[in-house]
């Protein structure tokens, strides 16, 4: 009677098959699905971190960011004191951002159509470094020109508390935890929800130590 016993082991999120937790009327997380593509995606980013190196943004506020941010693909998230924007030239190298490895591309509209966005075409790859203590206070992402389109987000290395709140920031944020792996699908009602990552403890991973490497794939133009 597996339908029992899967009540009997999960108590509050349901599971809607084998790996797959329904987190919101839109989103999807995909537990383990980036697997298979790890040693690719750690290749893939110590060629693309030789070019545009990993860097600590600057807020509207003044403040540099905990986490450390690249790009790939044809547009790039950057930030200073101006303002927050996508752009084709990387601000640090001064040249186009590295391209989007065949690869992620594959990884992001596979997991896309896994949750139902079947037309997905990612143009950004926004790549976040996370150490021990950094952390992503609530925000909403809508630098996007599109928000029809799903964002696609793997996290890779030491295990994250996502946290998943509503329309408003004040609203009650729901935690989900996230590791090594796991793919998350956010589209729809649930885009432009405020998001954050809690302070990241630390847990080294056996493969990339004391680190959390979390690629979200947009479609930003
Ligand atoms: C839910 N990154 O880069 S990814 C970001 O783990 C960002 O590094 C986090 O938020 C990280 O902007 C979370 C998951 C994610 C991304 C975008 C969302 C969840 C989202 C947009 C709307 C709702
Ligand atoms: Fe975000």
Redesign the pocket.
């Given at each position: 009677m597996p339908a029992v016993s899967a009540m009997a082991t999960q108590d509050l999120i349901p599971i809607e098959a084998h790996g797959r937790e329904r987190i919101g009327p839109c989103?999807l997380v995909l537990r383990g699905f980036a697997l298979p593509y790890v040693a690719a995606l750690l290749r893939a980013v110590a060629d693309i971190e030789v070019c545009s190196p990993f860097r600590h943004m600057v807020t509207l506020g003044g403040f540099a960011m905990s986490?450390a941010l690249t790009n790939c693909g044809a547009l790039g998230w950057t930030s200073d004191r101006r303002g927050y924007r996508y752009s084709a030239i990387d601000p640090l190298s001064a040249r186009p951002w590295p391209p989007m490895p065949d690869v992620f591309r594959e990884l992001a509209r596979g997991a896309a159509a896994s949750a139902g966005f079947e037309a997905f075409q990612p143009d950004a790859c926004?790549i976040?470094r996370?150490l021990p203590g950094s952390r992503?206070s609530l925000?909403?992402?809508r630098n996007e020109r599109d928000f029809d389109a799903p964002?696609v987000?793997v996290?890779l290395g030491m295990p994250?508390t996502?946290l998943?709140g509503g329309a408003a920031r004040s609203d009650r944020a729901a935690k989900v935890p996230?590791h090594h792996g796991d793919v998350?699908v956010?589209g729809g009602a649930?885009?432009?929800?405020y998001?954050?990552?809690m302070p990241l403890k630390d847990e080294p991973h056996p493969w990339l130590g004391s680190q959390r490497i979390?690629f979200?794939f947009r479609k930003a133009g």
């Open positions: 989103a986490v926004l976040n996370y992503l925000h909403q992402d964002i987000s996290s994250a996502f998943f996230l998350a956010w649930d885009r432009l929800r998001h954050g990552v979390n979200t």
